[in-house]
Every structure is written in structure tokens, then in C-alpha cells.
């Protein structure tokens, strides 16, 4: 496309001057103007909403319509307080346990950190835990070196229940894989 003004400059140039003293857009080859053909069938695009979209969440367990949780495990209906209460008391027990774990049972590198609902158990050479809360699914998440990530919901009896492997418990799951790492008689991580 071609401004009318550049079009008269280019028309002015003399067709005598050398290539090299040529402006340089006089030496590119002009191509016909392409034209879009008309789109009559198309149709327009819809406009962005400035409502909130309201989204269908399929029946779930939980309240907050996490579909993850295997139809087959119980969970109990918690309350943002009621969660809330029961995750801190199970961390703060946990925390306890574990740095009790790495006090009196571990190597001197070993250490456990807390922090806004993160657990981190630094467990060289075997790896690193990353124990966290995870309220809007009312869960707690696990992320161990040895079992990979797991997700636990509460269950009716008060029990931290793995979201799809049933018979898979918080407290007997890291009991289980802790207590393979130490000599001696640590009473476990707390928990049920």
C-alpha cells in the first residue's frame, strides 16, 4: 500500500539515475494491491461478557466441589473455620513431632521449617517433605521424596484420609516412611 504523497515522490524520480543513486523504495517491485475477499458468511465474534460466568461444578464429596475425591472415600463437610481449627492443630502436632524427629533421632543436617501453613522436612541425602494447607479444597497436600504428592481430606472420624487411595492415611503414611530413617524409638509423627 502506497501513501498518494510517496506514490507522487516516486513518479517525480528521473527514470535516467542509476540504480545505486535510485532511492531505494524506486528499485522494489510494486505488487497489485491485494484485497481481502469479502466474508458475508462469517460471523461476528462474541463480546466479552462483563458478567462473572457462572460454572457447574460436578457432585462432589466435598463442599467445595472438588472432583477429585474418589467417590468411594468419606469426607467430611468442614466449615473455612472448622478446617481451618482442625488443619493448624494437625500441623502444629506434626511440627512438633517432626522436630522432635530431627532433635533427638536424625543426623545433625536434618531440619524441619514452619511457616503460613508450609512444612518443609529437609531430610539429606533422601530428599525434601513439603507438608501444606491447601484451604480452598479443605485438604492438606503432601509432597514426599519417597511416595510423591498424595492429597488428604478429612474424613468423619477425624482422620487426614488420602483423597483417592483408600486406607491411606496422613499419620500412618509419614510414620511409615519416616520411622524407616531412624535408628532408635521415635513415637511417630502424631497424628491418627
Known amino acids: 500500500m502506497f501513501r498518494p504523497s510517496l506514490a507522487r515522490a516516486l513518479r517525480a524520480t528521473p527514470r535516467s539515475t542509476p540504480c545505486a543513486a535510485r532511492p531505494l523504495s524506486r528499485t522494489l517491485i510494486s505488487l497489485p494491491r491485494l484485497t481481502s475477499p469479502k466474508l458475508s458468511s462469517a460471523r461476528p465474534l462474541p463480546r466479552p461478557s462483563r458478567t462473572p460466568t457462572s460454572f457447574s461444578r460436578a457432585a462432589s464429596s466435598t463442599p467445595h466441589g472438588d472432583p477429585s475425591v474418589a467417590p468411594d472415600i468419606e469426607v467430611r463437610d468442614l466449615t473455612d473455620e472448622e478446617y481451618h481449627a482442625l488443619a493448624d492443630e494437625s500441623m502444629d502436632v506434626l511440627h512438633e513431632h517432626l522436630e522432635m524427629l530431627c532433635e533427638d533421632f536424625g543426623p545433625p543436617e536434618w531440619e524441619v521449617e514452619?511457616?503460613?501453613?508450609?512444612?518443609?522436612?529437609?531430610?539429606?541425602?533422601?530428599?525434601t517433605y513439603v507438608i501444606n494447607k491447601q484451604p480452598p479444597n479443605h485438604q492438606i497436600w503432601v509432597s514426599s521424596p519417597f511416595s510423591g504428592p498424595a492429597r488428604f481430606s478429612m474424613a468423619p472420624d477425624g482422620v487426614w484420609v488420602h483423597h483417592r487411595r483408600k486406607g491411606v492415611q496422613l499419620g500412618s503414611l509419614l510414620d511409615g516412611e519416616l520411622k524407616k530413617l531412624v535408628d532408635g524409638e521415635w513415637e511417630g509423627v502424631g497424628l491418627k
Open 114 to 127: 514452619y511457616s503460613s501453613g508450609v512444612m518443609t522436612l529437609t531430610l539429606p541425602p533422601h530428599g
